[in-house]
């Protein structure tokens, strides 16, 4: 229970830092509402999932491992915030806000969610680097101690994707909250591209906190 406590204090001190996730889903937010923002929460908390399923089976390591691999992943998701900044500069999420569901523009936004989290090297690194310090080994023969360490890592990981969707969720409600004097008259325009900028300047942190 202590290394639970410790972990999750980790993890939501982790995921209150500014980052990726955070900017894009504060932008959405400021610019479609908080629907849309938390159909893209739902995204990233599949992207989470999906990276603590790969980090529970051991190819988290291989990917961190492997310099190719994990500079294709890291560029991957650089370029991509860019796109996302670009878009956002030029007004294209600014279209049909409040009104995503899942229809075509809900899975579009469940999509770009997902990606921006999977192509997030730092979250590789987590759970290739700080998850295993909290999983116990089992003594014993290896082969018995395989399953209890798999087990552990899908409760790490179900924590660790349960404490960053409700800190995404409070982000997206509180940059909702904000919208209505952020993004009024001729303010709208404005903060829009202040976010783009902020949200490329996300991806260039991104590139440099994660280069080797």
């Known amino acids: 229970m202590s290394l639970l406590a410790e972990f999750f204090l980790t993890v939501l001190l982790l995921e209150l830092t500014p980052g990726p996730n955070m900017a894009y889903l504060a932008l959405l937010s400021l610019s479609r509402g908080a629907r849309p923002a938390l159909v893209a929460v739902l995204g990233v908390a599949i992207g989470l999932a999906v990276h603590a399923l790969v980090a529970a089976l051991g190819a988290g390591a291989l990917i961190a491992r492997s310099p190719p691999l994990y500079e ?17 500069w030029r007004g294209e999420a600014d279209s049909a806000p409040g009104t995503a569901g899942f229809g075509d523009a809900g899975l579009r936004l469940l999509w770009r969610g997902f990606a ?70 001729a303010r709208r325009d404005r903060v829009r591209r202040m976010l783009s900028l902020l949200l490329a300047g996300v991806a260039a942190w991104l590139a440099l906190s994660t280069s080797r």
């Open 72 to 88: 294709t992943l890291r560029w991957c998701g650089v370029a991509y915030l860019l796109w996302l900044a670009y878009e956002g």
């Open 116 to 185: 921006t989290n999977l192509l997030n090297p730092k979250s590789v690194l987590f759970f290739v680097s700080v998850v295993p310090r909290f999983v116990v080994e089992p003594q014993g023969e290896p082969q018995a101690a395989v399953p209890t360490v798999i087990v552990q890592m899908a409760i790490l990981g179900t924590l660790y994707v349960a404490v960053a969707t409700a800190v995404h969720v409070l982000v997206v409600l509180l940059a909702a909250q904000l919208r209505p004097w952020l993004v009024a008259g």
